[in-house]
C-alpha cells in the first residue's frame, strides 16, 4: 500500500502521496490524507507523510508532541531526530496503542518526515535515515517512485521542474506500476524560516 515521496530543494520540504488504502486484495481510497504539515510551539514547520498504517499517522498528526528544535540542535538535525524525536514518537506510539513489541524489541511504522530543509525516513524499527540525495519515497511504489525522481533529476535533456511537479510524476508513475498506489494525490511543504 501507498507511495510516499519527500523533495528537498535546501531550504523546503516538499511531500506528497496518493490516497489508497488497501488490505489484502481491497482497495479504499480515503478522503483522510496520509501527507500533512505540523507547526511546533517555536513557529518551526514538519512534513510527514506515512506508510504502514493510518492509525499510526492519526497518532502522528494529532497526538504526538513535537520536541523543540534549539539552536544546538541545528547543526545536527540528524542526531536531533535520533535522540530526542524518536522518543517523543516512541512514546506517542505506545500511549495511543500503535508500538509493537516482539522479543523486547519495539516496532513503529515507516514514514517520511522533512523539517528545516532536511529529510528523514524514520523505519519501523525506529532508525532515522537520511538520504544522501535530495529525495526519497517509501510505501510499495518506492522503486517506481525512486526511478522516475532520478529520471528527472539527472539530464541534460530534461526541463527543470518544480519539486512539485517531480512529485506528481513520481506519483504518477508509482500509480501506473503499482496495484497499491491510487490517486488523488496530495502534496505540502514546509516554508522556510
Known amino acids: ?33 496520509k501527507v500533512f504539515i505540523r507547526t511546533d510551539e517555536s ?18 498528526q494529532y497526538d504526538l508532541v513535537l520536541p523543540q528544535i534549539e539552536d544546538v ?5 540528524h542526531q536531533f531526530m535520533v535522540s530526542k524525536f524518536i522518543p517523543a514518537l516512541r512514546t506517542c506510539l505506545k500511549i495511543g496503542g500503535w508500538q509493537a513489541k516482539e522479543k523486547h ?19 519501523d524499527d525506529y532508525q532515522v535515515g537520511k538520504p544522501k540525495m535530495p529525495y526519497a519515497a517509501v510505501g510499495s511504489g518506492t522503486n517506481v517512485a525512486l526511478g522516475a525522481l532520478y529520471a528527472l533529476s539527472g539530464s541534460e535533456q530534461t526541463p527543470e521542474q518544480t519539486p512539485e511537479q517531480k512529485i506528481t510524476v513520481a506519483l504518477e508513475a508509482a500509480e501506473a506500476f503499482n496495484a497499491g498506489v491510487r490517486g488523488p494525490f496530495k502534496i505540502v511543504s514546509t516554508k522556510a524560516e
Open 1 to 33: 500500500m501507498t507511495c510516499i515521496v519527500g523533495i528537498t530543494d535546501g531550504k523546503n520540504v516538499f511531500v506528497g502521496g496518493d490516497s489508497a488504502g488497501v488490505e489484502n486484495l481491497n482497495l479504499t481510497v480515503r478522503a483522510d490524507d
Open 43 to 60: 513557529g518551526v514547520e514538519w512534513a510527514f507523510g506515512f506508510t504502514t498504517s493510518f492509525r499510526m499517522g492519526q497518532l502522528i
Open 73 to 77: 540542535d541545528r547543526g545536527n538535525l
Open 105 to 123: 524489541r519495539e516496532e513503529g511504522g515507516t514514514f517520511i518526515v522533512g523539517v528545516l530543509g532536511e529529510l528523514f525516513v524514520v523505519g
